[in-house]
């Protein structure tokens, strides 16, 4: 088995070898921040949180007496990385440099999606976006202004939008990606996953990954657990139909038929309810339907599943035992993108059922209890309350969603025939919605219908071409933000502080959000002047201070109690309806779903058609990397996996290019290179997102590879929380461009 240097070693490409190969950062002036006292001759630093993803691992930003930078380098005191930072960091000062960068506010000229824009001051933009927003709120209610956003720091967006007199709010990683799970661990454990996860894969015996790629996502704490966990002995088994880098440190690689994984987490429920393999103590002290479950799963068999999912029934029963002699330290991965089928928050039902017969939940080694400190917020006026919101516009849709769902967002942008549309204008923060929610011509709908679009973002994605109004926001190396509170085994609180003055004519997010709530009247909900105030201010009720965190970067804080694991015996009341793990899930059954998760069969490729899977990748971070001039020399395009049987039957060879058609006509705009692999299925293919950019203001990546997302256009709607399956789309292979469907 692999060890953990083979595991994580991409991870030691540093700075020296991404960013100062590039001499662009010799020219770096910094005239910002210059700490009073330099760590040793000449060197400075000061703290910074990572942007690149989601894991917001905490670090500094080293510089040289001129103002040049030295290197990005992780904070050895933050829990999220330990002191190391994943390419994707080291490289993250690619996006600071980057020339293509939004430079000045623009006010668009010309048709939305052509590019055509003229300069204007910040006065000017914020003036014209305060008025339009005047505007719609008299005549269809303040509540008709949308936030898309999907970053740190868009709170302040958020809470300009609610003094204003909306709670319009949506992130796309909640339809888009793990709204699925966390729905379905808070129907079962009346808590959800959170980010980062609170799985303890440092301490499992066994670590189940069904469809979790954990090492190709580069979630940094959990690559460097998983590594451990590997040095340490544990097993893990990974079920993909496709030989993941996970899949080559696997005891077990299950190469699943897709569609079908929920066929395979039944058969595994049958066999470990059949066999007693589960952990009857917990079980019957902490859970709510066992009886209900075990006659649900009694037809769900090994053989039953090997028909559908192609496992043979000896692998499922063996891995079901692997998993139980592991117990209660195992962790079946809840993954994070998640929405796949359309039923996905029945398939993450099964894997929190299946957790829960094991006793993971709330043990070592398998779903630790995470804390968290919690910054008071400083006092002024309530917000208003909306007169409206979108559940009134959609009463039915959606009960148990506990966000703002964007597709139903989407959807309250365009005229039904019978009403207006409740959503009239879209104010679109650091997320690219045109690359990120699917089935693009209806958000092309719904944006030719809008009466106003703000676009804030660093650099010109595709979005961002449809905008009315573009504001172009400083990167994380140039802004203060939220202090990051992540939740974890300890409380923790990190600092980003700019390290350079913003190049251009950029400005932070916060200072964007705050000025243009002054000019819609709204300055009691601003009772600081400047961030640094808020932030100290803040600081100071934790027994702490904004001079501290520059120095620190990061502060570990002692747990509130100590309950990270249940104690031996401990009497637990869960946050459900029934105050136990809901096996049969009594919400569900009252909302009219099926309590307990049942296998439905779904659609297969036509004749000549191939499943489209698609991922990701360690050096980019969806389509906000693609044009990083630093982790685009790691990865400057994605290909096409191809099986070897199936590129034999098109006279297909490794490294040829070739257009994608979908079931619904659409082409890919650009043409993909061909990886012909043992490692994919021959029924799918495989690509990774972020590429095919359509937009030639970024200039290094456009045409570059395709779109995943073109060619996503059959979407299956979860009904319990409004996610949105992504992969119900069949592709087929073209030699010759034939005219595009946009």
């Not at 490692?679 to 570059?704: A, E, P, Q």
Request: charged share 25%.
């Amino acid at each position: 088995m692999a060890n953990r240097r083979d595991f994580i070693k991409i991870a030691g490409l540093g700075t020296a070898s991404i960013a100062l190969a590039n001499p662009a950062l010799k020219a770096l002036n910094n005239t910002f921040f210059s700490p009073a006292d330099p760590l040793s001759a000449g060197l400075y630093r000061t703290p910074m949180v990572c942007e690149i993803c989601f894991w917001k691992c905490a670090g500094w930003t080293y510089k040289k007496e001129d103002g040049t930078i030295w290197k990005l380098e992780g904070n050895a005191d933050d829990p999220n990385c330990n002191g190391r930072l994943c390419p994707r960091g080291t490289g993250g000062v690619g996006t600071y440099l980057d020339p293509d960068r939004l430079k000045t506010p623009l006010i668009r000229t010309g048709e939305r999606g052509n590019q055509t824009f003229r300069e204007a001051t910040w006065d000017e933009a914020l003036d014209y976006i305060a008025e339009k927003m005047k505007g719609i709120a008299a005549e269809s209610g303040p509540e008709s202004i949308a936030l898309f956003s999907h970053r740190t720091g868009s709170a302040y967006f958020n809470d300009m939008l609610k003094a204003f007199g909306s709670s319009t709010y949506a992130a796309p990683s909640y339809a888009q990606c793990k709204g699925p799970r966390e729905e379905a661990f808070y129907l079962t454990f009346g808590e959800t996953i959170g980010s980062p996860e609170r799985t303890d894969i440092r301490d499992t015996k066994c670590l189940v990954l069904i469809g979790s790629h954990i090492g190709e996502n580069m979630h940094n704490g959990q690559v460097q657990e998983m590594s451990d966990a590997i040095d340490k002995g544990a097993s893990i088994i990974t079920v993909d139909p496709r030989f993941s880098t996970a899949a080559g440190k696997s005891k077990f690689w299950l190469p699943i038929k897709p569609a079908t994984d929920m066929a395979l987490l039944l058969a595994w429920i049958n066999v470990l309810i059949t066999e007693g393999w589960y952990d009857k103590e917990y079980v019957e002290k902490y859970t709510f339907g066992f009886d209900q479950l075990k006659a649900h799963v009694r037809s769900f068999t090994p053989e039953w599943a090997y028909g559908i999912t192609t496992i043979k029934p000896d692998v499922i029963r063996d891995t079901a035992r692997e998993m139980f002699n592991a117990s209660p330290a195992v962790i079946i991965h809840p993954g994070r993108h998640t929405t796949w089928y359309g039923d996905d928050t029945q398939r993450l039902r099964t894997v929190a059922i299946l957790n829960a017969l094991l006793g993971s939940w709330g043990r070592r080694g398998g779903f630790y209890n995470p804390d968290r400190i919690s910054l008071p917020q400083m006092p002024g006026p309530e917000f208003p309350k909306p007169a409206r919101t979108w559940r009134d516009y959609y009463p039915d849709k959606y009960v148990l969603a506990g966000e703002g769902v964007s597709n139903v967002l989407v959807d309250a942008s365009i005229p039904d025939g019978e009403r207006e549309p409740f959503v009239k204008a879209w104010f679109v923060d650091a997320t690219n919605l045109i690359e990120t929610l699917p089935d693009k011509r209806r958000t092309l709908e719904a944006i030719d219908k809008l009466e106003l679009i703000v676009a804030v973002d660093i650099m010109p994605m595709e979005i961002t071409g449809y905008a009315d109004v573009v504001l172009p926001e400083a990167t994380y190396l140039e802004r203060y933000d939220d202090i990051r509170v992540s939740p974890g085994r300890v409380p923790t609180m990190a600092l980003r502080m700019p390290a350079f003055e913003p190049q251009y004519n950029s400005k932070p997010g916060w200072w964007i959000a705050r000025e243009l709530g002054l000019k819609l009247g709204l300055k009691e909900y601003y009772p600081w002047e400047n961030i640094e105030e808020l932030l100290e201010w803040q600081l100071k009720q934790v027994d702490s201070s904004l001079d501290e965190m520059k120095r620190i970067g990061v502060k570990v804080l002692p747990r509130s109690y100590d309950d990270i694991y249940f104690a031996p015996g401990e009497d637990i009341e869960f946050g459900t309806a029934t105050g136990k793990i809901e096996l049969y899930s009594t919400q569900l059954a009252a909302e009219g779903f099926d309590p307990m998760p049942k296998y439905t069969p779904h659609p297969q490729p036509p004749e000549g058609y191939y499943r489209l899977i698609y991922g990701r990748a360690p050096m980019h971070t969806f389509s906000r990397t693609s044009n990083n001039q630093h982790l685009r020399n790691l990865m400057d395009e994605n290909n096409v996996w191809v099986n070897p049987a199936i590129a034999k039957r098109w006279g297909i060879e490794n490294g040829m290019e070739v257009w994608l058609r979908n079931q619904d006509g659409v082409v890919s705009n650009f043409p993909i290179k061909v990886r012909v692999t043992e490692r994919i299925r021959w029924d799918s293919v495989y690509m990774v997102h972020g590429f095919g950019h359509g937009n030639k203001l970024l200039t290094r990546c456009f045409g570059k590879g395709a779109s995943d997302t073109q060619l996503i256009t059959n979407v299956k709607i979860d009904p319990v929380m409004g996610g949105t399956g992504m992969r119900e789309n069949f592709v087929t292979f073209l030699f010759e461009p034939e005219e595009v469907i946009s």
